[in-house]
T-cell receptor
Framework: GAGVSQSPRYKVAKRGQDVALRCDPI?????LFWYQQALGQGPEFLTY????????KSGLPSDRFFAERPEGSVSTLKIQRTQQEDSAVYLC????????????????FGAGTRLSVL | AQSVAQPEDQVNVAEGNPLTVKCTYS??????LFWYVQYPNRGLQFLLK??????LVKGSYGFEAEFNKSQTSFHLKKPSALVSDSALYFC????????????FGQGTTLQVKP
């Protein structure tokens, strides 16, 4: 596709349910990021993949959060036993990546998944 | 810790007037700075970036930003605001890790009134 695609756009979960959020990055993009955006706040980093390797998961708030990118393209963010504080918009971004020039690479964002935990 | 601050929650400007959205960054290493815009129910859209070189950076939709090392600022500017510029604007910098992750400010809502 032309841009980063995320699904579902909206997800309502009962507290304690498991959820899975999907990200389809721009074709050929090596780097993939997940961010969490709470209401009225800026996005906060969760985790980073370079191809299929998860190189940084320092932003994951608890061990209930798990992300994977098994074939180096589509990624899934899974949240187990959801809590009310998990309610937020989850944004996925991809960039061309690669070691050279990585710092200046533009991250392209999807529209996000709005998760509401009741 | 590296951080970015946007001191104004909201900026109001009349259409046709110049606009400025402020951003300051913490002094730590070489800052790689970005501006993104977010429209309702849409993802963040890249506007411009500063990596190195000229302090005045030109970006999309007529926006520009000036990198000021002495004031640790990277304010977003546009000479003549449009009503369609009304949106939420985020300043960001590259984090200290070896991954290129971004650290965002809390955002500034720009309201352009006709």
């Amino acid at each position: 596709g032309a841009g980063v695609s995320q699904s579902p756009r909206y997800k309502v979960a009962k507290r304690g349910q498991d959820v899975a959020l999907r990200c389809d990055p721009i074709s050929g993009h090596v780097s993939l990021f997940w961010y969490q955006q709470a209401l009225g706040q800026g996005p906060e980093f969760l985790t980073y993949f370079q191809n299929e390797a998860q190189l940084d998961k320092s932003g994951l708030p608890s061990d209930r959060f798990f992300a994977e990118r098994p074939e180096g393209s589509v990624s899934t963010l899974k949240i187990q036993r959801t809590q009310q504080e998990d309610s937020a918009v989850y944004l996925c971004a991809s960039s061309l990546g690669g070691r050279a020039g990585r710092w200046g690479n533009i991250q392209y964002f999807g529209a996000g998944t709005r998760l509401s935990v009741l | 810790a590296q951080s970015v601050a946007q001191p104004e929650d909201q900026v109001n400007v009349a259409e046709g007037n110049p606009l400025t959205v402020k951003c300051t960054y913490s002094v730590s290493g070489n800052p790689y700075l970005f501006w993104y815009v977010q429209y309702p129910n849409r993802g963040l859209q890249f506007l411009l970036k500063y990596i190195t070189g000229d302090n005045l950076v030109k970006g999309s939709y007529g926006f520009e930003a000036e990198f000021n090392k002495s004031q640790t600022s990277f304010h977003l500017k546009k000479p003549s605001a449009l009503v369609s510029d009304s949106a939420l604007y985020f300043c960001a910098r590259k984090g200290s890790s070896n991954t290129g992750k971004l650290i965002f400010g809390q955002g500034t809502t720009l309201q352009v009134k006709p």
